[in-house]
């Protein structure tokens, strides 16, 4: 089973930019459906973006679309994601996800592995 660690996260100011990293150990990377969903407080986890074994197809959530963009190097085991332009309500705990699917999806219940988060803070 492949275990994710997210990195990455801060204090940024509205507008700014900041990139996450997931690097996953313990299995075949390449095996895996990757995601990052976010969790604001007192609001549910909520998808983010997710990404492809091969990294040949991403889907967003329509709020970040043209200002984030997930990405993967399978030989380095990691997956990351850009995030440009932040605003206020970009304020969450980002968590890397990986699931054992063969096509994409923005289901929570679909990853079966997860890292512990790691914060984002946004300014205004």
């Known amino acids: 089973q492949v275990q994710p660690v997210e990195s990455g996260g801060g204090l940024v100011q509205a507008g700014g930019s900041l990139r996450l990293s997931c690097a996953a150990s313990?299995?075949?990377?390449?095996?895996?459906?990757m995601g990052w969903f976010r969790q604001a407080p007192g609001k549910e986890r909520r998808f983010v973006a997710t990404?492809?074994?091969?990294?040949?197809?991403?889907y967003y959530t329509n709020s970040v679309k043209g200002r984030f963009t997930i990405s993967r190097d399978n030989a380095k085991n990691t997956v990351y994601l850009q995030m440009n332009n932040l605003k206020p309500e970009d304020a969450a705990v980002y968590y890397c996800?990986?699931?054992?699917?063969?096509?994409?999806?923005?289901?929570?219940?679909?990853?079966?592995?997860w890292g512990q988060g790691t914060q984002v803070t946004v300014s205004s």
């Open positions: 990404i492809s074994r091969s990294g040949g197809t991403t």
């Open positions: 996800a990986a699931a054992r699917t063969l096509i994409t999806t923005t289901e929570s219940t679909a990853y079966d592995y």
């Open positions: 313990g299995g075949t990377f390449s095996n895996y459906v």
